[in-house]
């Protein structure tokens, strides 16, 4: 992927091993409808390796106390470790201070409080928020809301059938009054990865700030935020082996500071008085009341799973399941590929001809393969490709060819049931 | 265990291949649709009463086989029967479509639309079955809002 840190080039670069790394996973022992599960909904949400699941019950068991209050020892140990996974979630993000990493609930809430506080603030009416045609409901609607509570335009960078943002089309789509572009890292429904750093240097040449919806990115390579240039980047703990309910805004000191708070409560302010009150400094100041530290603790031990992982080998896997799955699924005369960008994440999105989605999705389910069928929250995605919905395969570094395998007779059973 | 078969029958295979009554009619007096937002299944029903008796009926809109192939057997089902008939079998489509998996249901009366049962051992597909029948249900009732089965 572009625009994320490559470790250096080692001398001999090993395969990963998969057999290795699915035996870290417990979910992915089980068996569904007698068969061995065959996971490809990643995109939706991912298996959680043994250690994020034994940090998060050793928090409960040891650890747990309110965070940020008490003077006792415990609460200093959940405040320590809580604050252990900011600093992990900064390295992650290569930020340059965990006082710019904020815990959210996910990405969703990430972007409804950027949506909020930056709108409320930055917003006026006539201004401008630049999305592009293949965002998440959760990239459109909140920019929707605050667009018309302040009387700001929403538009939209067209992307070609490729599922390719057009970026000399977003590029004319800027302007004075573009206050903030709002673009998907990676699509959660077509897999294409977005060209970051050029989206950001013609954003900032207008003076608009960037916000990258990196809940499809973060499962795929380590970010470098400061090498993107981005103002700022969201992710959610569930997508990348952590806990759910659990998720990062990154945003520069400059942005964080300037915006007015999201949530008001306990933990966001300095003094209260009925007449006043005053703010925490940025992180505190966005996270109001008690937040989710089992979540935070266990997304920290996600991270430091992922950073035990040789990134070289894990992309160079990812890439030839990407590469296997295209080209056995492609191969089908009935299956339709939907989304086939050059630059890709291992996402494979396609259609069944004749057959709903919905229909695929419950035939091989009965093959023990999960794979999400539906419009994937992203409707307009769709109805520009002119399709109800398709099934979308999304494959993480644990899955191997065998799933795709294992894919692909299921989605000939499909074609088999339809011409009974 | 389920069975694939339980839900595919070929009868539903079939229909949704080639549905029945699937048509705008001429002089609807009654008219609904139907969504499930969260899988993408619409449907639009027309009625054409005769004094109190379905005269005809037609449906459009897309969605999966097991949505489509309902519609279509509702189609056939209800055509020339009174609106107390249409809403008894309501009644009873949704008694066996929401049954539990495993319990037996009585399917006596229901003719080809017992081909629908299997659907209630796929208890995320049971809104697919049901939705062209709250469609219906709206559509004699006359309620204003599309009806969604989510």
């Known amino acids: 992927m572009t625009s994320v840190r490559h470790a250096s080039p080692s001398v001999h670069r090993p395969a990963l091993d998969v057999e290795q790394v699915r035996r870290d996973f417990p979910l992915l022992q089980t068996m569904v409808r007698g068969k061995p599960l065959v996971y490809l909904d990643n995109a939706a949400t991912s298996q959680k390796p043994r250690s994020v699941i034994a940090r998060t019950e050793q928090y409960y068991a040891t650890e747990n106390a309110n965070v940020h209050r008490g003077v006792y020892e415990l609460s200093e140990r959940a405040t320590a470790a809580y604050e252990d996974a900011r600093e992990k979630a900064r390295g992650f993000l290569n930020a340059a201070s965990a006082r710019e990493i904020v815990f959210v609930r996910g990405t969703t809430e990430a972007i409804n409080l950027v949506a909020s506080s930056f709108g409320r603030k930055e917003l006026q009416a006539g201004d401008e928020v630049l999305i592009t045609a293949m965002e998440h409901h959760s990239n459109i609607v909140p920019w929707q809301l605050i667009c018309a509570e302040r009387g700001a335009l929403l538009r939209v960078a067209p992307m070609n059938k490729r599922g390719e943002l057009l970026l000399d089309d977003f590029a004319r789509l800027l302007s004075p009054r573009t206050k903030l572009v709002a673009v998907a890292h990676v699509s959660n429904s077509l897999g294409t990865i977005n060209p970051i750093a050029d989206i950001v240097r013609l954003a900032h040449a207008k003076g608009a700030a960037v916000l990258v919806d990196g809940a499809q990115a973060a499962p795929h390579a380590p970010i470098d935020v400061r090498a993107l240039g981005v103002d700022f980047y969201t992710v959610s703990g569930h997508k990348m082996f952590g806990p759910t309910g659990i998720g990062l805004l990154y945003g520069t000191t400059a942005r964080l500071e300037a915006l007015p708070p999201y949530q008001g409560g306990g933990d966001m302010i300095k003094t209260v008085t009925f007449a006043k009150t005053t703010y925490a400094e940025p992180p505190a100041k966005f996270e109001a009341g008690t937040p989710n530290i089992a979540g935070a603790i266990g997304l920290g031990a996600a991270i430091e799973y992922l950073r035990g992982l040789d990134w070289d080998a894990v992309q160079a896997h990812e890439r030839d399941l990407l590469a296997y799955a295209t080209e056995r699924l492609g191969a089908l005369s009935e299956v339709e590929l939907v989304g086939t960008a050059g630059h890709k994440a291992s996402v494979v999105s396609f259609t069944v001809r004749g057959v709903h989605a919905h229909d695929v999705g419950t035939i091989v389910d009965q093959e023990g393969v999960a794979i999400r069928t539906g419009h994937h929250c992203t409707q307009p995605v769709m109805d520009f490709f002119g399709v109800p919905a398709t099934a979308r395969a999304s494959l993480a570094f644990y899955n191997t060819r065998a799933d795709v395998d294992a894919l692909v007779s299921a989605v000939q059973k499909v074609t088999r049931v339809f011409a009974a | ?150």
Not at chain 2, 19 to 30: E, G, Q, S, Y
Not at chain 2, 35 to 47: F, R, T
Not at chain 2, 123 to 131: I, N
């Open chain 2, 1 to 150: 265990m389920t069975d694939l078969s339980d839900l595919y029958q070929q009868i539903i295979v079939e229909h949704n291949r080639a549905p029945r009554n699937f048509k705008k009619l001429a002089h609807p007096t009654r008219e609904a649709e139907g969504a499930n937002p969260l899988c993408g299944d619409q449907i639009k029903l027309e009625v054409e009463l005769a004094g109190d008796r379905i005269a005809d009926i037609g449906f459009q809109g897309s969605g999966c086989a097991i949505s489509q192939a309902s519609a279509s057997l509702l189609t056939g089902a209800v055509q020339g029967k009174t609106t107390a008939e249409a809403q008894a079998l309501f009644k009873a489509v949704h008694t066996m479509l929401t049954s539990p998996p495993g319990t037996t249901v009585d399917t006596s009366g229901l003719g080809k639309l017992a081909a629908l049962a299997g659907v209630r051992q796929f208890p995320v597909r049971v809104k697919c079955a049901s939705l062209p029948w709250h469609t219906l249900r709206a559509a004699l009732e006359s309620a204003a809002q599309p009806v969604s089965t989510e």
